[in-house]
């Protein structure tokens, strides 16, 4: 039962390269997120699915684009990385979006670009 | 989503029962009060959540004042391993905003 696996855990980017980082869930849930934690910060959204196929922009959406082309996977890309976007990007699911349902996070991955 | 009031940290000894404040005096109706921890280098944990009633699980109880404007996060007997960063989280939509929570330190 492996809940929701980030990879890579680690990633080191120079500026203006790109990456995706994966996110998969086993749980069979409708809702995944991306977020991001900076130091000593809570998390910040920045993108959300809202079933396969569908995405929507959080409160950081900037600089960053998602996919969610199977239902399981949700994918986080940096086009073009800027120092900025260093941080930790955690991933979560839900089995539906009403409030009482609760999140399921990764573990994250730890991105830093220089 | 409304925003919460908690300590930036406390401190508790192991064995011992520990109370973590949360204040949400513009809570509205319809907000379920969330309750996350995250430990040293993991991801965020769920603990527990509520409406209005009082709520238990075998991790922690939840207790909501009457008037929903503030709760408490309940660890009866406080170990090691519940050393964390704990968010108190009003949750209105499907989204979860987080604020910087209490680091609990738990002291042998």
């Known amino acids: 039962n492996a809940g929701v696996t980030q990879t890579p855990k680690f990633r080191v980017l120079k500026t203006g390269q790109s990456m995706t980082l994966l996110c998969a869930q086993d749980?069979?849930?409708?809702?995944m997120y991306w977020y991001r934690q900076d130091p000593g910060m809570g998390l910040r959204l920045i993108h959300y699915?809202?079933?396969?196929?569908?995405?929507a922009k959080g409160e950081v959406p900037d600089g960053y684009n998602v996919s969610r082309l199977k239902k399981q996977n949700f994918l986080l890309g940096l086009e073009s990385a800027a120092p900025s976007q260093t941080s930790v990007y955690f991933c979560?699911?839900?089995?539906?979006?009403?409030?009482?349902?609760?999140?399921?996070f990764g573990d994250g991955t730890r991105l830093s670009i220089l | 989503d409304a925003k919460t009031t908690q300590p930036n940290s406390m401190e508790s000894n192991e064995e011992e029962p520990v109370h973590l404040p949360c204040n949400h005096s513009?809570?509205?109706?319809?907000?379920?009060i969330h309750w996350y921890r995250q430990l040293p280098s993991q991801g965020p944990e769920y603990v527990i959540h509520?409406?209005?009633s009082n709520v238990n699980n075998r991790m922690a109880s939840l207790a909501i004042a009457e008037d929903r404007k503030s709760s408490t996060l309940i660890l009866h007997r406080a170990t090691l391993r519940d050393a964390a960063v704990y968010y108190c989280?009003?949750?209105?939509?499907?989204?979860?905003?987080f604020g910087k929570g209490t680091k609990l330190s738990v002291i042998p």
């Open positions: 699915s809202v079933g396969e196929g569908t995405t």
């Open positions: 979560a699911s839900s089995y539906i979006s009403y409030s009482n349902q609760p999140q399921h």
């Open positions: 749980m069979n849930h409708e809702y």
């Open positions: 513009t809570i509205s109706g319809t907000d379920y």
């Open positions: 989280i009003l949750a209105g939509s499907y989204q979860l905003t």
């Open positions: 509520g409406l209005t």
